[in-house]
């Protein structure tokens, strides 16, 4: 802590030495609800959201690498550098969050494991919305803990992008090659901008041997997106993604026997929306969105005859919400249709469907207290009919504060693995397991005044009959089980500065906090938990970004203790400069205090590492 406090320390004698006069500009964007698109100064939620310009700044070159640092983010990583994590949100499991792309789901029914295996480059991505607590009234099931939705950029101009990059630990695989650990990828990029239609090309490829034995990995990425504004009344966003990512999965889901496993996992993402205004006051947003997912584990990577299980999963999913504008207010509806299928060797073949109704209501009823109000109304083939209700509220007090409070409910359906998995000895699932339900109420102020911002949000949060895998002995395989029900009480906090030191130079600062407190209930001691005593307790994240015309300096600091494991304080580095003629250099130094630490069972994370890397930006 001695470390933070430094950074903190240095960071506060150079805001409070400045002129308070000397500030810079927050921009305002709409958070992306599905019916009711809101600005963000006015939602009565908890978001909190990561634009371009941080992302930038960040020490980081994947989507998950960003994600652990948003506030109440909780990442888990087997394997680094982007091949596999487990994403949650304030205490819930890694199942209990949905994952969107402008709005779209993109969740994976197979496994969540596979929800990060996604095609977007970090380069396409304008920003990062994180809704925090139930949210079904919005987004549907799977909704439990919150919501990360993706949102694309939309090019401005013409032009070309690459970027490519070098990294080590200076270690070397003594188990193994012998060889020092490396990694290496390079990505290029093509924007074409004209009035009524651009469009995006991405493609990547990275490669590492690793950082201990069996963890290699390689990852190729094409992503297109497609932008069409037919009129002022009627536009279309077109995206195609594919990405095949493969790894050593040493000690990732069943250790210590799947010393020698790998994985390899192929995703194909497909989605058509469109945007109608059809009056002054009515329009509608039809959405078609397609995903496929191809999972190879073999858990003996040299011999294929056993152990080996094949995944091929299927999801076709359609989408219409309306939008009227009344004299006082705003009524939002919306009808959903998803198919999932899969075909596996340890699944079997299975398929289900689910059918949604969404409505909503949002009005002023004074000018100063803002009420929203909504259900969605589900039907799935295996559970049956269920309604998720939900309610914001807010109230302003002046120009710069405003109190919130929300009550929401919402369910996670169990994926295939929970219910079909035989995956002996290691994994098997359990049919008789019921979909899980949460309910949540949130009460909280938001601050803003000139370049200043803080919040501040208590939470209390029940989760009915939760799914775990428990065991009696280590001689038993992991089953999935309704392990009962989770009470959680939390806090959260974060506060942001920035301010014009000179004419070329700024200093932007964040400081997050998040308190976690869980119970489980009516649990069985007996039994050996897989997840339950994994979430966090606390998080601090602190980043500090500093800018001096064309180089930047931003350091990210964060601190975690989980409710079963050690605390640890990782600090990353990145130092950046652009040149005049769009050509940039960067250095990366991640856990540069070399910290050991795990995040998802007994698996250790890299030690330091240090990257170097150039990048042409000319879109």
Do not use: C
Request: net charge neutral.
């Amino acid at each position: 802590m001695k470390k933070f406090t430094v950074v903190l320390f240095f960071a506060a004698q150079s805001i409070f030495a400045q002129n308070i006069t000397d500030t810079i500009a927050i921009g305002e964007v709409s958070i992306l609800d599905n019916r009711l698109n809101t600005p963000l100064s006015k939602e009565n939620r908890n978001i909190y959201v990561l634009d371009k310009a941080e992302i930038n700044k960040l020490p980081a070159r994947s989507l998950q690498d960003v994600l652990q640092y948003a506030a109440g983010v909780d990442l888990r990583q087997r394997g680094p550098f982007g091949t596999q994590a487990d994403i949650s949100m304030d205490g819930g499991s890694f199942e209990q969050t949905l994952i969107l792309l402008n709005g779209v789901k993109i969740m994976d029914h197979q496994t969540a494991h596979n929800a990060l295996n996604l095609p977007i480059p970090l380069e396409a991505i304008d920003r990062i919305e994180v809704v925090r607590g139930p949210a079904a009234r919005m987004y549907g099931n799977n909704s439990l803990t919150g919501v990360i939705n993706i949102v694309t950029r939309q090019p401005k101009k013409t032009g070309l992008y690459a970027n490519t990059y070098f990294g080590t630990n200076f270690e070397k695989d003594s188990e193994d090659t012998g060889d020092t650990f490396t990694n290496r990828g390079v990505q290029f990029g093509a924007n074409l901008a004209k009035e009524k239609h651009q469009h995006q090309l991405y493609a990547s490829h990275d490669w590492g041997n690793g950082y201990r034995y069996n963890t290699a990995y390689e990852n190729n990425k094409i992503y297109y997106q497609g932008n069409f504004q037919f009129d002022d009344n009627n536009s279309l966003i077109a995206s195609y993604g594919y990405v095949k990512n493969g790894f050593g999965a040493n000690g990732f889901y069943a250790a210590p026997g799947d010393k020698n496993s790998k994985e390899v996992v192929e995703t194909t993402l497909v989605t058509l929306q469109a945007k109608n205004k059809l009056t002054d006051r009515w329009s509608i947003a039809p959405r078609f969105s397609y995903r496929y997912n191809f999972d190879d584990y073999r858990y003996f990577k040299n011999d294929l005859s056993k152990a080996r299980s094949l995944h091929y999963s299927n999801s076709v999913s359609g989408e219409i919400n309306s939008t009227y504008q009344l004299n006082k207010g705003q009524i939002g509806v919306g009808v959903e249709y998803r198919n999932e299928q899969i075909t596996s060797t340890s699944i079997k073949n299975h398929t289900r469907d689910n059918v949604g109704f969404y409505a909503e209501y949002k009005t002023d009823i004074t000018p100063k207290l803002n009420v929203n109000v909504g259900t969605y109304v589900n039907y799935n083939s295996q559970y049956g009919w269920q309604a998720f209700p939900g309610l914001d509220a807010s109230y302003s007090v002046n120009t710069n504060l405003k109190i919130v409070a929300n009550a929401g409910t919402s369910q996670r359906i169990p994926s295939f693995t929970d219910l079909y998995l035989d995956q002996r000895p290691g994994n098997i699932g359990n049919e008789n397991v019921e979909s899980e339900k949460a309910f949540q109420t949130e009460f909280g102020f938001k601050y803003n005044k000139r370049n200043w911002t803080f919040n501040a949000y208590y939470f209390y949060r029940s989760i009915s009959e939760f799914i775990d895998w428990v065991r009696l002995t280590t001689n038993e395989p992991w089953q999935a089980q309704n392990f009962g029900d989770l009470k959680t009480h939390g806090f959260n906090t974060k506060v942001g500065y920035g301010v014009h030191l000179a004419s070329n130079q700024n200093l932007k600062f964040a400081l997050s906090y998040s308190y976690l407190d869980p119970k489980f209930e009516n649990v069985d001691d007996q039994y050996n938990s897989k997840y339950k005593i994994e979430s966090l307790k606390h998080q601090v994240i602190n980043t500090i970004d500093y800018q001096l015309g064309g180089t930047t300096l931003s350091v990210a600091n964060r601190y975690n203790t989980r409710q079963s494991y050690k605390s640890y304080w990782i600090t990353d580095l990145r130092l950046n400069h652009t040149f005049k003629n769009n050509l940039g250099v960067y250095i990366d130094a991640q856990n540069i205090f070399n910290t050991t630490y795990n995040e998802a069972g007994a698996i250790p994370l890299p030690s330091r590492w240090l990257s170097v890397g150039v990048k042409f930006v000319g879109i």
